[in-house]
């Protein structure tokens, strides 16, 4: 047996194209006769509408039409939102193009469309529009005390959601040791590096509409339903998309707008947003206050979690909006255990940007939060922080285990990985040089910050979803084709932006058909060539759409069997299929994979009733989740005369399970443990009073650069996951998770002798500063 | 309007052009050489980094007009005769890449370093790509793959 594909670290077949500069962005897109928009964006957060006049923009040079929101009216319907959390759940009317009134700073009040993107820009100054100011309400607390100004009239509680299990009350009643605090979770702009774009055309009947997206086929659906073009007429195309972490999971303003400007001029359309639009108007993520309360015994053990988390929306609630705090709800147990578990949301409007997914999507949320107060709870009971997640994590052997937030998690091992991590961490060294330091009274303190995730993903078992209300399955497709050459094409309803799944899927398909690597291609991000799809998110593609693959490829290779069993002349069961080919045991006489897709293809000698075609699709809808877990430690220096953190080493142990590309695995986790460092340190999105974005561009709203971050120390262990054949897990958030609380509990951990046992993220010199001289937070 | 003259990747163009128009514009949307991606509008994040005369320059902060009379030289103009430039292929075998989209500009701006300094430190490229964001890679690979850049780009002058 030749060495298998799967675990190999292949390099990227998707490469050839990126770093030569033969990408297709969606803003590379020409048409002739293509036109352009440009859109005008209310600079108030909360006004009336009271006039708007488009004529005198109409008249511009090279300006073909103009429209106000009364324009589209009639037609333009609600942007949706696919997740009715609960019975009280407030989805506002939520117009692609303000009508009459607008709820956050940048929403689309009208538009110009040009011969080119300058002068559509240009003509945008010579609309005239009055709005009439209405107040603000920026932060939850306000806007859920009496008398603050209503974002929707029915109110500015979107929803309340709860869940409990156990027995709650005994658990706090006579807890020797209850910790509470409260966390927030300032929001963050995704800042995908390519800006959100749209090309839009029509032939009068169907409509084309290539977008920057991670859902082609979700949009198709709900873009069906929102503008009444007939699905079959409507081809949805997500070519190269740069970058999305969650950002591009939307159905968005300026997408169905594309759309109804191609339809109503006859002509192809282009948007394409500044960054500076962008930062305003691309859904934001995370802003959440949690609140933590943990019940222990006097050991530390844990005996129950109570969480009370108010969640942001913004103004409005977009495709999966209120769910994102659902997502966190069954993950604030962590990777303990304890007899009870109580958790209660409520979905807050405010006249800012809606927020939506953003990598991790609640996840991070709560593990930042438990991590967070295991540290406060090792503080307490006067115990290293590893040390208290020892008497409280699941034992491996203790696997598959049932949470108290009613989760089954089907299998990992937490000492291994928590042991990894401290080896190459050097745990006690860096302990022992934070003593000396703290002895010495160094002015730069040494913080060692742990975080001992796990996270639920792979999105998701249909039937959980439709237990959780959300308006769609789960599953993935893929189809798998064997070409009369021998080559192979497979069509999958993911839809990459950055993942690889073209090098991943590939190795994959070579080790269950036995055919070359270089010998497998992937269609997908075409609703025309690859109809069938849940798309990319939720770190979902290879534990659910991978399967398919997998699945697909065992069922060409059982239809091949049958071939090969005729051409043979022996019965199907007689034949073994190794390195490609089937063979009749204990006889020379073979048939590669490759002759068999000849034959048929050729269809002259097939058996009785066998359709001549070699394709196979699969549907795969996961049974459970997948729960990745990890150990990151993270060293910090604080400089306590200037509030400056620098870190001095990081180090994550991940179990993502079996991998197929230990490369791509080790790239998402680098990437992701950056961004929850940028959440830790760096990024913070800052309305003012009055509803305006104070971080606007990408010169205010901070994304790390290299000379901002260090080099991470990755490893793994594996433990398989039981809950699929590969016995992979997902990785694509895994790192997010962890990251944030690495970081932030290193800070603190450096600023335990200043009486310090919170600093509000992002970690700023400033807030750092801030800390040392207030002492307890 | 001004007529300017500029060498794009070995090919010259005489085009006239509104002064106001960016270089970045006039390479992606007049010569279709659309391989310059733009990720921003305040000269932040490096993604349309291309040389001019030898030297990076961020095309978004450069008019075409100030283009005039130079040699431009974008992602799309480094592979030569269909063989990759070292740094493009150092990009490929670390896996300093995901998504891509700010692959062209931090290759040319890696480029531009080494020319600068042959055999840089980690230090030295993290310091030097201050200019080119990534929202992908964690730039672990992306410096790794740099220095394996400088080690060919020194092997093979
Ligand atoms: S496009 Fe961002 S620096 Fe030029
Ligand atoms: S690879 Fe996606 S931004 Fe760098």
Redesign the pocket.
């Known amino acids: 047996m030749t060495e298998t594909e799967i675990g190999r670290a292949r390099r990227r077949k998707e490469d050839a194209r990126l770093i030569t500069g033969r990408t297709q962005w969606t803003d590379n897109i020409q048409v002739p006769g293509l036109l352009h928009v440009a859109y005008l964006r209310s600079p108030l957060a909360h006004a009336r509408i009271t006039r708007v006049d488009v004529s005198a923009a109409r008249s511009r040079p090279g300006v073909v039409a103009a429209f106000s929101g009364q324009d589209f009216a009639a037609e333009q319907g609600s942007l949706p939102c696919a997740w009715p959390v609960s019975d009280d759940v407030v989805i506002p009317d939520h117009p692609p193009m303000a009508v009459d009134t607008v709820r956050y700073a940048g929403e689309a009040v009208a538009c110009v469309i040009a011969t080119d993107r300058y002068k559509a820009a240009d003509a945008l100054d010579a609309i005239e529009i009055d709005y009439d100011p209405l107040p603000a309400v920026t932060d939850m607390p306000s806007a859920l005390a009496d008398g603050s100004p209503l974002v929707h009239e029915a109110g500015n509680k979107a929803f309340t959601w709860t869940f409990a299990q156990g027995d709650i009350e005994a658990a706090f009643r006579d807890a020797p040791v209850v910790v509470e605090r409260t966390y927030v979770q300032q929001r963050l702009i995704p800042t995908a590096m390519e800006p959100r774009a749209v090309v839009a055309q029509t032939d009068g009947d169907s409509f084309t509409l290539h977008t920057s997206t991670q859902i082609p086929h979700v949009l198709r659906v709900m873009l069906a339903a929102t503008t009444g073009v007939p699905e079959h007429k409507l081809r949805v195309i997500a070519p190269d998309v740069g970058g999305g972490f969650g950002s591009k999971l939307q159905v968005t303003a300026e997408e169905v707008l594309g759309l109804l400007i191609a339809r109503r001029l006859g002509r192809p359309v282009k948007w394409t947003e500044s960054?500076s639009e962008g930062n305003q108007t691309v859904h934001h993520g995370r802003d959440q206050i949690q609140r933590i309360a943990l019940a222990a015994s006097a050991e530390g053990v844990l005996r129950g979690v109570k969480v009370d988390l108010l969640a942001d929306m913004g103004a409005y609630l977009m495709l999966v909006t209120p769910g994102v705090p659902l997502l966190g709800a069954f993950m604030y147990t962590g990777i303990y255990k304890m007899d009870a578990y109580d958790f209660a949301c409520t979905g807050v409007f405010t006249t800012k940007m809606p927020t939506d997914a953003y990598r991790g999507a609640g996840r991070p949320e709560a593990t930042y939060a438990i991590e967070r107060a295991m540290d406060e709870l090792a503080k307490e009971i006067g115990v290293d922080p590893l040390e208290i997640r020892r008497r409280n994590w699941i034992r491996h052997e203790e696997f598959p285990y049932a949470t108290a937030a009613g989760l089954t998690y089907d299998s990992g091992n937490y000492e291994a990985a928590t042991e990894r991590a401290m080896a190459l961490f050097g745990y006690d060294k860096l302990r022992a040089e934070q003593a000396d330091r703290r002895d010495r009274n160094d002015p730069v303190q040494l913080g060692i910050g742990v975080s001992t995730y796990t996270e639920m993903c792979g999105l998701a078992p249909s039937r959980v979803l439709g237990s959780l209300r959300y308006g769609a399955g789960g599953w993935e497709h893929a189809t798998v084709r064997m070409l009369p050459t021998g080559k192979v094409e497979v069509v999958t309803g993911t839809s990459p932006h950055g993942q690889g799944h073209e090098t991943a899927w590939s190795q994959i398909v070579a080790d269950a058909l036995g055919v070359p690597f270089e010998d497998v291609g992937v269609l997908h991000g075409d609703t025309a060539s690859a109809p069938r799809g849940m798309d990319t998110y939720g770190s979902r593609s290879l534990v659910v759409g991978g399967i398919a693959v997998l699945q697909a490829c065992e069922r060409v290779k059982e239809k091949a069997r049958t071939v090969a069993a005729h051409l043979l002349e022996c019965a199907p069961d007689d034949l073994e299929f190794t390195d490609g080919a089937f063979k009749v045991r204990g006889t020379g006489a073979a048939k590669t994979i490759q002759e068999v897709a000849l034959a048929v293809f050729a269809a002259h000698d097939l058996p009785e009733g066998f359709e001549p075609q070699l394709d196979a699709g699969s549907t795969f809808d996961p049974e459970s989740f997948s729960f990745p877990h990890g150990t990151h430690l993270c060293a910090v220096e604080v400089d306590t005369e200037t509030g400056m953190t620098t870190i001095r080493s990081y180090v994550a142990v991940d179990d993502v399970g079996n991998v197929v590309n230990p490369m791509i695995v080790e790239g998402q986790v680098h990437g992701g443990i950056a961004q929850g460092i940028a959440q830790a340190l760096f990024e913070e999105a800052v309305y003012d009073a009055d509803g305006n974005l104070l971080t606007g561009t990408?010169a205010d709203y901070l994304v790390p650069s290299a000379a901002d971050l260090p080099t991470f120390v990755t490893d793994r262990t594996v433990t398989p996951a039981t809950s699929n054949p590969l016995g992979v897990k997902g990785v694509g958030e895994a790192g997010t998770i962890a990251s944030t609380p690495a970081v932030v509990n290193a800070v603190v951990d450096a600023l335990r002798p200043y009486g310090v046992r919170d600093v509000p993220m992002p970690c700023s010199p400033e807030r750092v500063w801030r800390a040392i001289q207030g002492g307890v937070a | 309007m001004p007529r300017i003259t500029v060498t794009v990747d070995g090919t010259k163009y005489e085009e006239e052009v509104e002064p106001r128009l960016l270089l970045?514009h006039f390479l992606r949307d007049r010569l279709g050489r659309t391989g310059t991606?733009?990720?921003?509008?305040?000269?932040?994040?490096?993604?349309?980094?291309v040389l001019l005369d030898g030297l990076s320059v961020?095309?978004?902060?450069v008019l075409a007009v100030q283009a005039d009379g130079g040699d431009v030289v974008t992602v799309q103009g480094l592979a030569d005769g269909g063989e990759l430039h070292p740094m493009q292929r150092a990009f490929h075998e670390e896996h300093a890449l995901q998504c891509g989209y700010c692959t062209p500009?931090m290759i040319i701006a890696s480029i531009d370093l080494v020319n600068g300094n042959p055999d840089p430190t980690e230090t030295e490229i993290r310091e030097g790509l201050e200019?080119?964001?990534c929202r992908c890679t964690g730039y672990c690979n992306i410096v790794r793959a740099v220095r394996r850049g400088a080690e060919l780009m020194r092997a093979e002058p």
């Not at chain 2, 991606?37 to 980094?49: E, K, L, Q």
């Not at chain 2, 961020?58 to 902060?61: E, L």
Request: with cysteine; charged share 10%.
């Open positions: 960054r990408m | 970045v991606p733009v990720g921003c509008d305040t000269t932040n994040c490096g993604a349309c980094t961020k095309s978004c902060s500009g200019g080119n964001l």
